[in-house]
């Protein structure tokens, strides 16, 4: 097979990869910001099923959880009439994860704020939502972006898990070349184009740091 | 006419008394500054009044609102929207200022008008403008906090506070974060406002300040109001030990 045949069916299904990165975003940053709530709830009856499903997923593997909602869930299901396609499986299953991640890293900046900024925002007349929204979230965005470009960067390389549940994603088709063709390369135009994405992603963090970086 | 009213107020942080029992009270336009030794629970005073902490006993009634009355010897607080109307009419000066260093200064001044007060964004920019001007920062509308030094965040910080129109305005160790030069800053701004009768209590170290600009200074260790008057009876002829105690370590202040 040529190169530009196998870089063709990799850039092909990279569109899936891609899909499968902003969709787990899209959903598990607003999940993760709710369930880091949740966490800092004063009231156990939140606080602890919160810690739990968070320790559930941080704690098993990414690979594991995708087995679960996509073979488990559906056996399950299966006697309802409900049947869970393996793209939005593999969705349902990254969001589940990344959002636990998120959730962690939000409580880490939301707590890192001085209570200075709270009392001001009391004494000004702010409510309770008003603070959060106005005065401590967009702070905590700037104390958050290194370690979420961490989490960014593990995701579209965790989404060549997806495999396992047969999602055609690159490193699926990388794979399935690789052993028809008997050769490395298409594991290696795989490894560039991952690279590539991540190249975006961190000049997308780098130009939101500079963004920010208006005051201190 | 009395404007905050203070009975028998007590707070305790776990097992540790702050306050014992305090009762007060600040008239329209008169400027009050507090004095004492740290730890006598100045701070905790004032961050009761202005709702930062809750008092375990006693009662407050500031503007005529009642924040809190004691039933069987418990503070028993008002409704949220009393309370939330007592927040409106009392501004707080922190002594580390608190601004929020996202903002512009002009927008730090301008926020919470717009989104607590409901003001038009034109008006409130206007009357943001004129306290900045006010506070000598015109200049520095759109700097942003870290670019200014300590003592023009304070100003920025009082302007942010006076935009709100509170009746009462609250300052607790205004200056104790700033070098002498800012300090001297600072106070003047205090005189100024106390010129135009805006009714105010002080927490303060600077005992010559308290002296020259309140019309009553309270003196207080341990929880307790020990002495309270005229600033030229307290300062100068201290009528308890403890206070005459305190003042002699400022005496080579001046």
């Known amino acids: 097979m040529e190169i530009s045949t196998q870089i063709g069916i990799l850039l092909n299904s990279s569109v899936l990869s891609i899909q499968l990165f902003f969709l787990t975003l899209l959903f598990s940053l607003p999940l993760g910001l709710v369930i880091a709530i949740g966490r800092m709830s004063k009231y156990k009856i939140i606080s602890i099923p919160v810690k739990i499903y968070q320790v559930i997923m941080r704690g098993t593997p990414l690979l594991l959880q995708l087995i679960f909602v996509y073979y488990i869930m559906n056996s399950i299901l299966k006697d309802y009439g409900i049947i869970i396609q393996r793209f939005p499986a593999a969705v349902i299953a990254f969001v589940l994860n990344y959002a636990a991640y998120f959730s962690e890293i939000y409580r880490g900046g939301i707590e890192s704020m001085p209570q200075g900024q709270y009392e001001a925002a009391k004494t000004l007349g702010y409510t309770r939502s008003q603070t959060f929204v106005r005065i401590i979230f967009p702070q905590v965005i700037k104390r958050i972006l290194p370690p979420m470009c961490n989490e960014f960067m593990t995701l579209v390389k965790d989404t060549s898990l997806a495999q396992v549940i047969a999602v055609s994603e690159i490193f699926y088709n990388a794979n399935s070349i690789a052993s028809t063709t008997y050769t490395f390369t298409p594991i290696f135009i795989a490894g560039v184009i991952y690279l590539l994405m991540n190249f975006i992603v961190q000049r997308c963090f780098d130009f939101a740091e500079k963004k920010l970086n208006y005051y201190r | ?254």
Do not use: W
């Open chain 2, 1 to 254: 006419m009395s404007i905050l009213d203070v009975k028998n107020i007590k707070k305790s942080f776990d097992q540790l008394a702050v306050l014992k029992d305090i009762s007060f009270s600040v008239n329209e336009g008169e400027v009050v500054a507090i004095i004492g030794p740290s730890g006598s629970g100045k701070s905790t005073l004032l961050r009761c009044i202005t709702q930062l902490e809750r008092a375990d006993e006693g009662e407050i009634t500031l503007c005529g609102l009642e924040m809190c009355k004691s039933v069987n010897s418990k503070s028993v607080y008002s409704s949220h929207e009393v309370l939330h109307k007592i927040q409106l009419s009392c501004g707080l000066v922190f002594q580390n200022f608190h601004l929020f260093p996202h903002y512009s200064v002009l927008k730090n001044v301008m926020d919470a008008q717009i989104h607590v007060l409901k003001q038009s964004k034109p008006k409130a920019k206007q009357i943001a403008l004129d306290f900045l001007d006010k506070m000598g920062l015109s200049d520095k509308a759109d700097a942003y906090p870290c670019q200014l030094s300590g003592g023009q965040q304070q100003r920025v910080s009082i302007a942010r506070a006076l935009a709100l129109n509170p009746k009462i305005l609250f300052f607790d160790e205004p200056t104790s974060a700033l070098d002498p030069e800012l300090t001297g800053e600072i106070l003047k701004v205090i005189k100024e406002l106390a010129k135009e009768n805006m009714t105010m209590v002080i927490v303060t170290h600077e005992m010559s300040f308290a002296r020259d600009v309140a019309d009553k200074v309270i003196f207080m260790d341990d929880g307790y109001i020990v002495e309270e008057g005229d600033p030229r009876e307290v300062i100068n002829n201290p009528k308890s030990e403890r206070t005459k105690q305190f003042l002699k370590r400022f005496s080579g202040e001046e």
